[in-house]
């Protein structure tokens, strides 16, 4: 079941990759998507929600920057400090990212049997609890 459930997740999660319709790299979108979540961050921050190293996250950073999905600012309190927040072309790219995966799902979704929608649902508890810390 595991294997299974490993195989399905990442088949899925690379579909909806292709769906996002974005030309950024896996790792690019992840780090906008959690400064659009959860910005604005430092590197350091940026970096430990990424579960990267400073230099690695740098460098996303420096891309994300480039395309003006990003803007730095320094802590006015610590100058050595700079906080990263999504610009409003980053946040319009997020929002269409999922936009698309949303679409391609429901249609995918829709194409399903009454039965078999209805599992899909009853599994959604399940496959959040597994992601959870405390499975209770």
């Not at 998507?33 to 990424?50: K, M, Q, R, V, Y």
Request: hydrophobic share 40%; glycine share 6%; charged share 25%.
């Amino acid at each position: 079941m595991a294997a299974r459930l490993r195989l399905s997740s990442t088949r899925l999660h690379r579909q909806l990759r292709r769906e996002a319709g974005v030309a950024l790299t896996p790792s690019q979108i992840s780090a906008l998507a959690t400064i659009h979540n959860h910005g604005p961050l430092t590197l350091g921050a940026l970096a430990e929600h990424e579960g990267v190293a400073p230099p690695s996250i740098t460098k996303v950073l420096a891309i994300l920057e480039e395309d003006e999905l990003v803007a730095r600012a320094p802590d006015p309190a610590d100058r050595r400090v700079s906080f990263v927040t999504i610009t409003p072309k980053g946040s319009g790219l997020v929002a269409e990212s999922r936009r698309r995966k949303t679409a391609w799902l429901s249609g995918r979704i829709r194409e399903l049997t009454p039965d078999q929608r209805q599992r899909l649902a009853d599994a959604l508890d399940v496959l959040d609890a597994l992601t959870q810390k405390d499975l209770s």
